[in-house]
């Protein structure tokens, strides 16, 4: 079992550059390319805009290639990627387009783009097929995630698409495409008043899930911990995912461990994380 985490959180303190690189003297097999930073999110027009961003520039190609060559010289891959969110505005086409693209240049196989949290399983489904004919030609499979809104009344987590496994895997059975695949985030899966797990997911889900956003978190809030820092069964997680032979990364998304990290406690960060994750993969491989 290969490891894998985002390097967006490390990014904001080193750049993209930096942080492949410490991200594989720390340890890990894989890097996930994290591109939130590359928009800004308008909420008075509700729309996606770009800013300076070398993803958005003339030279994205080879900026792109040039962290997977920054990898490849460290002994490290790009397993996936991460769009920006969300998705569903009328610019968001052409930006999610960008980041398949830039997926596939740096060497990464699968693409996450968020389902638009309140859409139908419909209109969520006609969002991906409009993407998917431009991720087949770039080798890409787009995964969706579970999503959650957040209910201020009570305090926590509501129903949003795909936040429990039954409409998941609507969502999954709708587009039907081999193409089209899950990435289940462990954290999102245990939130309270979403009434699922991370068991019930993948269980249901099984050989859909191709990858993993690996977090923890207070049974509550979205923490992105450490992993078995805070509540999260991960020993019922793990056995979970042995159960349906998932075969892909143990890719964290533990961005918040890093809150507060300079340059010059960034790579302790990594390496701690790098620790925790590959205890999990010791577990997954062992009998």
């Known amino acids: 079992m290969k ?45 996606l805009v770009h800013n300076d961003h070398p993803v958005f520039g003339p030279n994205y190609i080879q900026y792109a290639r040039n962290l997977k060559k920054i990898g490849l010289d460290n002994g490290i891959v790009c397993n996936q990627s991460h769009a920006p969110y969300p998705p ?8 999610m387009k960008r980041a398949i693209e830039c997926t596939a240049e740096a060497g990464g196989k699968i693409c996450i783009i968020h389902p638009a949290h309140t859409y139908t399983v419909q209109e969520n489904t006609e969002m991906y097929e409009k993407l998917l004919p431009f991720a087949k030609q770039h080798g890409v499979k787009i995964a969706t995630e579970n999503m959650f809104s957040w209910d201020k009344e009570k305090d926590e987590a509501s129903p949003a698409a795909c936040s429990d496994e039954k409409s998941f895997n609507a969502l999954i059975n709708s587009v039907n495409d081999p193409y089209f695949v899950a990435c289940l985030d462990i954290g999102h899966s245990e939130m309270r008043g979403l009434n699922t797990s991370a068991e019930k997911m993948i ?28 509540k999260i069964d991960f020993i019922k997680v793990v056995k979970a995912l042995k159960e349906i032979g998932y075969n892909g990364y143990f890719t964290l998304e533990s961005d918040s461990y890093l809150n507060g990290r300079t340059a010059d406690t960034l790579f302790d960060g990594l390496c701690d994380m790098q620790r925790t994750v590959r205890r999990l993969a010791d577990m997954f491989e062992a009998d």
């Not at 996930?32 to 930073?37: A, G, Q, W």
């Not at 993993?212 to 078995?228: E, T, V």
């Open 3 to 47: 490891t894998s985490t985002e390097i967006g959180s490390s990014a904001l303190i080193v750049g993209n550059e930096k942080a492949v690189e410490l991200v594989a003297k720390a340890g890990f097999d894989a890097w996930d390319f994290s591109m939130f930073d590359i928009t800004k999110y308008d909420r008075e027009n509700k729309r």
């Open 203 to 230: 269980h249901t889900l099984g050989d859909s899930i191709q990858a993993l956003h690996i977090h923890d978190n207070d049974k509550w809030h979205d923490s992105h911990q450490i992993p078995m820092s805070m």
């Open 88 to 95: 569903c505005f009328d610019n968001s086409m052409d930006i």
